[in-house]
């Protein structure tokens, strides 16, 4: 970043509001706002963490049987939704519904299927409204090459957002995650900017698809949760980049970093240190940039932890100094 940038920039940005999520221990039952309440073959309740979902939000999901669970899978409007069975949990089976940041609003059913151990078969269903996210829009003066960049670099940002794509695209079967995610910054307790629709240079530039977590260059960056670093290398924009498989469709992506200390193919566990928090790629200043991809859903990661996580991140409104870009 050019530091006349930087002062250009620093006023006062009003950050974005996120829905709160109910604990885990406070899930609705999905029939309190389905037509039909009931919305479960016998002896089975499916519980959602809010009755309502918004754009870039995610929702845990409970599936409870009577029975101990053989299998369970689930469909939300075409795109499968992870299912898990935390610890000795037999009868019940946890799942995670990322709802993406441009996902347009309406109703979307939630189709849930399988099969007890015995092999009974099980199934539910519910409807699932997504309201538009409340996202404020923001403008930011970036290095000219980044709105107006030359067709070699058109080439490559296109290259890397296929290869991103396609990594995003693919679900590992099994779960690499075990216990609590985390906020990869020591002491960093919230996040910001997640959704905002952008005006670079004058010219609208795509959403900001992550939470941007405040800073200095080198500081330590720390893998949310165990997982497989699937990508490790520097990209147009979002300069020195890796991304962590947690497996089940579950992918973190760290942005922006001044060093990689990691290579694709490392299994990490939670907190390795995986590079250093920088200012590279397209930038008003370092900080780290911070994604979640459920299911190819760009989702708040911030209620990753809240949802699967210790104490709750802070994710209300509040202000900060200054702007940060992707
Ligand atoms: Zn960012």
Request: hydrophobic share 35%; net charge positive; glycine share 12%.
């Amino acid at each position: 970043m050019k530091a006349s940038q930087g002062r250009a920039l620093r006023k006062r940005c009003e950050c974005i509001a996120v829905a709160c999520f109910a604990a885990i221990g406070a899930l609705v039952p999905a029939g309190a706002m389905a037509k039909d309440a009931n919305v479960c073959t016998a002896g089975t309740t499916l519980r959602l963490s809010t009755p309502e979902a918004s754009q870039g939000s995610l929702l845990l999901i409970q599936v409870r049987s009577a029975k101990p669970i053989g299998e369970v899978q689930g469909d939300w409007g075409g795109r499968s939704v992870p299912f898990w069975q935390e610890g000795a949990g037999e009868t019940q089976r946890n799942g995670l519904l990322g709802v993406d940041l441009e996902k347009a609003p309406g109703e979307y059913e939630l189709k849930v299927t399988g099969q007890t151990a015995s092999g009974e078969k099980i199934s539910c269903s519910a409807m699932v409204p997504v309201k538009k996210g409340l996202f404020a829009t923001e403008k930011l003066h970036v290095e000219k090459q980044f709105v107006e960049p030359s067709p070699e670099q058109i080439k490559r940002a296109d290259e890397e957002r296929k290869k991103l794509r396609d990594i995003f695209d693919s679900a590992t079967p099994e779960r690499l995650w075990d216990g609590n995610f985390r906020i990869p910054l020591e002491g960093v307790t919230t996040g910001t900017n997640f959704g905002k629709r952008r005006i670079l240079n004058g010219n609208p530039g795509s959403p900001h698809s992550g939470v941007d977590l405040p800073g200095t260059t080198g500081t330590l960056v720390h893998a949310a949760q165990r997982g497989r670093v699937v990508l490790a290398e520097e990209l147009f924009f979002a300069g020195n980049a890796v991304v962590v498989d947690h497996g089940l469709g579950i992918y973190t992506f760290y942005g922006h970093l001044s060093e990689i200390d990691a290579k694709v193919g490392d299994a990490v566990e939670t907190g390795a240190v995986l590079g250093k928090v920088g200012a590279t790629g397209r930038v008003t200043g370092p900080h780290l940039h911070w994604g979640l991809t459920v299911e190819r859903a760009r989702v708040n990661p911030l209620l990753l932890v809240q949802l699967i996580g210790g104490p709750s991140p802070q994710t209300g409104r509040r202000k900060s100094r200054k702007r940060r870009a992707n």
